[in-house]
């Protein structure tokens, strides 16, 4: 959506049609101020500005290109705006492109591969390091060790269940109750997850996506 249309009932004026220009919208480098074009019927006459704002502090000023000759339509008109904006002109999305939409996905695919670490240990194991939220983040390890049929398995290193303090009992055995649905196993607070070679990189996602899971909701 290029461009939104409203209608609004100024007290001076009557109904008014203020159109917002979505494709001239601008950007800072920084991209923290935008501007905005618009104009506004005002009976044979168009006023017309463009608004300066910045979503972060919730703040936007009204610079005119031709203003209302009235002052109290300026400022009512003025008050619209402002309100329409992070009222409602702020949350319409707009549609995303296929080629935009491979480039976001490239991205993150890049930022993934950037944020996980991983290392060969001197027994063969491959051991994995994952940010938690962010790179500066708590690194939570996973080991994946293969066994002598050529299967896998992973494993937390005992992090998640032995960082649970005494008093989160009953937290830590909600954890437990939840590794038996999915299929995690535990011995001496180890947490396992077997799979074949062909199952490994789904295995691997879930066994991540619960130990971080677990980490975030309960030990941060």
């Known amino acids: 959506m290029n461009l939104i249309t409203k209608i609004v009932l100024l007290p001076k004026v009557g109904k008014t049609r203020v159109t917002f220009y979505r494709d001239k919208r601008k950007i800072t480098k920084d991209k923290a101020t935008f501007s905005l074009p618009f104009d506004m019927q005002l ?3 168009i006023a ?3 608004i300066i704002y910045s979503p972060m502090f919730r703040s936007c000023r009204i610079m005119w290109n031709e203003a209302p000759e009235d002052i109290q339509v300026k400022e009512d008109a003025e008050n619209f705006i402002k309100e329409f904006l992070f009222g409602t002109l ?3 999305t707009e549609p995303i492109e296929p080629q935009e939409a491979e480039e976001i996905f490239d991205g993150f695919i890049k ?3 950037s944020s996980i670490q991983y290392r060969i240990t001197g027994e063969g194991a491959c051991v994995l390091n994952i940010p938690i939220a962010a790179k500066q983040s708590k690194m939570l390890k996973i080991i994946l ?3 002598d049929t050529g299967d896998y398995f992973l494993s937390d290193d005992g992090f998640i269940l032995r960082s649970f303090r005494p008093h989160e009992r009953g937290q830590r055995e909600r954890v437990v109750f939840a590794t038996k ?3 995690i196993e535990i011995k001496e607070d180890e947490l396992f997850l ?3 070679p062909e199952e490994l ?3 691997l996602y879930k066994f991540i996506q619960f130990v971080s899971a677990v980490y975030l909701f309960y030990l941060t």
Do not use: A, H, Y
Request: aromatic share 4%.
């Open 90 to 92: 702020l949350t319409t």
């Open 145 to 147: 060790r293969k066994k």
């Open 111 to 113: 930022f993934l591969s």
């Open 181 to 183: 649905k999915l299929g």
């Open 201 to 203: 990189s789904e295995n």
């Open 194 to 196: 077997d799979s074949s």
């Open 48 to 50: 017309s500005g463009e």
């Open 43 to 45: 009976n044979e006459k």
